[in-house]
């Protein structure tokens, strides 16, 4: 199998013209760091890619205010090309600026790797802005704090309500109080992308089931001129949780244990199971198998080992998928038409799950707690919400993008999409089994433990039981 070798100037330029037929506006795949967590997906066809931006008239309404309204996101320009939630969601804030000229809409837009640590240092300082992406995992503890508005009634009395998907609002809930509306696109944070012609000449018709199979893959790889057999990039440190131990660990616990754990039902990270998940987790990427700088870079700077031909598949989310396809559409047709998409392989031993890949919106508007004292200003924050959120929103990214948001929106028309679009809706939506993102639950306190931890694990300085013993602790201690 030749490799295939692309310019990087190349690279960039492809990327930034899939962008614009795609109606970019900005941004860079998240590195689900960038936010994370981030979620969203597939390449557009060109004919997919005409289909108008959402009418800016469709988002006025008759607001009372008049002045600044402060935002915080990671939509920035670099990440919306290709990718769909983050060009939704850009070309929807330009319609309601355009559409609310009396408003001052002051956006601060930083990168994903960048927005999560700068809103959690202005969220202990109580200076969060108007409003902001909050995670799942930060909602019990700045509710608790009363950094954030209780948006329960606010939801309800949505025009859409009726359209909206429920269970998207599960990890911005306390209690019975909601504190955020669901953003961006529902789309995995685990998916193997692969080149299916190569893995065919490595002797396996689709992505192997098992890890030993890979090994033997490996071995085939090695000897025909590839660098890596697998990339993955976990210098973010979110990386290895997000994509990648919330679907071991869901392979060796089932659902049931992490739902525990988010009920405090009495389940602890200690567990035998969860523990055998991070030893796997430790053994399969020191098997060689992958890259040997993973820790040592991006999933951007990973994905790039792929399109280039480095490497025969990548493990990332729905963002780096869109990334991926809009790129090799006008670098590589071959190997854009060779790609196909597979759940991670099944550990041996393990039997919680099966099939399973990680699926959600990692992220909600929410808005300021201290808006409550300023009805006119909170209505305009309230309406933005709504229409970023809204079925303009679901509209633009279903038929731009085969992608789905919080509100249901009818007669999307995925004929009219490519292949490589249509197999990544299959595995996004129907052949696979979703699972939990661990981090779009809890708190981040225990996250930011774990991942260290994980981050250390992989480079061999510390055990998977003091893993576990460490994020037991900050579970007992911070949730």
């Not at 469709?58 to 990440?79: K, N, P, V």
């Not at 927005?115 to 108007?130: F, I, M, S």
């Not at 991926?324 to 393990?350: C, M, R, S």
């Not at 409550?372 to 305009?380: G, M, N, V």
Request: glycine share 8%; with cysteine; aromatic share 12%.
């Amino acid at each position: 199998m030749k490799k295939r070798k692309v310019m990087m100037s190349l690279l960039l330029s492809a990327a930034m013209t899939v962008g614009m037929l795609t109606g970019c506006g900005s941004s860079s795949a998240p590195a689900a760091s960038d936010t994370q967590t981030a979620t969203e997906a597939p390449a557009a066809t060109e004919d997919a890619a005409e289909t108008p931006a959402a009418d800016a008239e469709s988002a006025a309404s008759d607001l009372a205010y008049s002045g600044e309204l402060t935002m915080m996101h990671f939509s920035t320009s670099e990440e919306s090309q290709g990718n769909g939630g983050s060009d939704g969601f850009r070309t929807m804030l330009a319609n309601w600026k355009e559409a609310h000229p009396n408003i001052d809409l002051n956006e601060s837009v930083l990168a994903n790797d960048d927005y999560k640590p700068q809103v959690a240092t202005l969220a202990a300082a109580g200076d969060l802005p108007d409003v902001f992406l909050l995670q799942g995992m930060n909602t019990k503890a700045w509710a608790e704090q009363g950094l954030i508005l209780d948006l329960t009634d606010t939801i309800k009395n949505s025009p859409y309500y009726a359209d909206y998907n429920e269970a998207y609002f599960t990890p911005f809930t306390d209690g019975d109080k909601i504190y955020g509306l669901p953003v961006l696109t529902g789309g995995t944070c685990t998916v193997v992308v692969y080149d299916k012609a190569a893995w065919k000449d490595a002797g396996f018709d689709k992505f192997p089931e098992t890890w030993e199979d890979v090994k033997k893959a490996d071995e085939y790889f090695k000897a025909n001129g590839y660098t890596d057999t697998i990339a993955f990039g976990n210098q973010g440190k979110w990386q290895a949780n997000s994509c990648f131990l919330s679907v071991v660990g869901d392979r060796f616990t089932g659902p049931e244990w992490f739902q525990s754990i988010i009920d405090k039902g009495g389940a602890a990270f200690t567990d035998e199971k969860f523990v055998e998940a991070l030893q796997f987790t430790q053994d399969i990427f020191a098997s060689g198998i992958f890259n040997e700088d993973f820790n040592a870079i991006t999933n951007e700077d990973a994905r790039e080992y792929y399109i280039a031909g480095d490497a025969a598949a990548f493990i990332g989310g729905n963002w780096d998928v869109s990334y991926i396809g809009a790129t090799l559409l006008e670098t590589d047709p071959d190997l854009y038409a060779n790609t196909g998409f597979a759940v991670l392989p099944q550990p041996e031993g393990a039997t919680g799950s099966t099939n399973t890949q990680n699926i959600g919106l990692g992220y909600a508007v929410a808005i300021n707690s201290k808006l409550a004292d300023d009805p006119d200003k909170l209505a305009a924050a309230v309406d933005l919400a709504y229409y970023v959120t809204g079925p303009e929103f679901s509209k633009y990214v279903g038929e731009n993008y085969a992608l789905a948001g919080l509100t249901k929106v009818d007669n999307i028309d995925l004929s009219k999409f490519d292949q490589y679009t249509q197999d990544f809706y299959d595995f996004s939506y129907v052949s696979t089994t979703p699972c939990e993102i661990y981090d779009s639950y809890v708190t981040s306190a225990v996250w930011d433990v774990l991942n260290t931890d994980l981050q250390s694990m992989l480079n061999g300085d510390i055990s998977a039981q003091e893993v576990a013993e460490n994020a037991q602790d900050a579970y007992e201690n911070n949730y």
